[in-house]
């Protein structure tokens, strides 16, 4: 309980400093260089709350030479397993870009924080309305297409336990649509800060973000694009039982 309370406050107090001071100017800076101010500031709120938690982070990569040689504007969809409310900060505070993430649609209401989510291009996806899910995912490959990196979590939620859930095939029409660069990630540890149902945190975990080599869909055939969801789906279990 004591950590929860920790990281609502540390939350709370950065949200309502932040959004008072920054908010006016990353209106003011147009809409590109408010939306860079936006996620970089994302970044830094996401490691003071993973801080919070005196949380371990080891990043490992499999090749970091690609990775930090990716051109945003090549269209980037950051694919990766869901085990916490802790794994969006995990991967926005430790991934060497400045993300945006596909959510879902109730979180664009959350105070301040939804404000923040709009304003770094964030997509919010109705789940339970099949045409509006189509049209976010269509905004989505648009700000991607843009040079706006963007993360999505394909089993649509948290697991209940550390088995991972199906991945859903149209979560990497992001991709496909885009015709990018997919990089599978894989996170290990958040599960056992914070579980999904439970208020309950644990503090002083080590937490694994774990970046595998990029996946150019340009130079996948029609069959292998059919197949994206197992293949990326396996390259993170593979990570998560090897690490």
């Given at each position: 309980m004591l950590g929860l309370i920790l990281i609502s406050l540390t939350g709370l107090m950065w949200f309502v400093v932040m959004t008072i001071v920054y908010i006016p100017v990353i209106?003011?800076?147009?809409?590109?260089?408010?939306?860079?101010?936006?996620?970089?500031?994302?970044?830094?709120f996401s490691r003071m709350l993973l801080g919070a938690?005196?949380?371990?982070?080891?990043?490992?990569?499999?090749?970091?030479?690609?990775?930090?040689a990716l051109d945003k504007s090549?269209?980037?969809?950051?694919?990766?397993?869901?085990?916490?409310?802790?794994?969006?900060?995990?991967?926005?505070?430790?991934?060497?870009?400045?993300?945006?993430?596909?959510?879902?649609?109730?979180?664009?209401?959350?105070?301040?924080?939804g404000i923040w989510m709009r304003k770094s291009h964030c997509i919010f996806l109705d789940r339970s309305n099949p045409r509006e899910g189509?049209?976010?995912?269509?905004?989505?490959?648009?700000i991607i297409k843009s040079g706006y990196p963007t993360a999505i979590f394909p089993e649509g939620a948290r697991s209940l336990t550390e088995e991972m859930g199906d991945f859903k095939k149209g979560s990497f029409r992001l991709a496909t649509d885009t015709n990018g660069i997919i990089v599978p990630v894989t996170v290990k540890g958040t599960y056992d800060i914070q579980r999904r149902g439970s208020i309950w945190m644990k503090m002083g975990r080590k937490v694994k973000l774990i970046i595998d080599?990029?996946?150019?869909?340009?130079?996948?055939?029609?069959?292998?694009?059919?197949?994206?969801?197992?293949?990326?789906?396996?390259?993170?279990e593979e990570n998560y039982r090897r690490y």
């Open positions: 209106c003011l800076m147009g809409e590109q260089k408010g939306s860079m101010l936006a996620r970089k500031e994302l970044k830094r938690t005196f949380a371990k982070v080891e990043v490992i990569y499999e090749d970091e030479e690609a990775i930090k090549s269209g980037i969809v950051v694919v990766s397993n869901h085990q916490s409310n802790l794994d969006p900060p995990l991967i926005n505070g430790y991934f060497p870009m400045d993300l945006g993430f596909v959510a879902k649609k109730e979180m664009a209401s959350w105070p301040f924080y189509i049209k976010s995912i269509k905004k989505a490959v648009k080599k990029p996946i150019d869909v340009k130079e996948s055939s029609m069959e292998e694009r059919k197949m994206l969801d197992i293949k990326v789906k396996k390259i993170i």
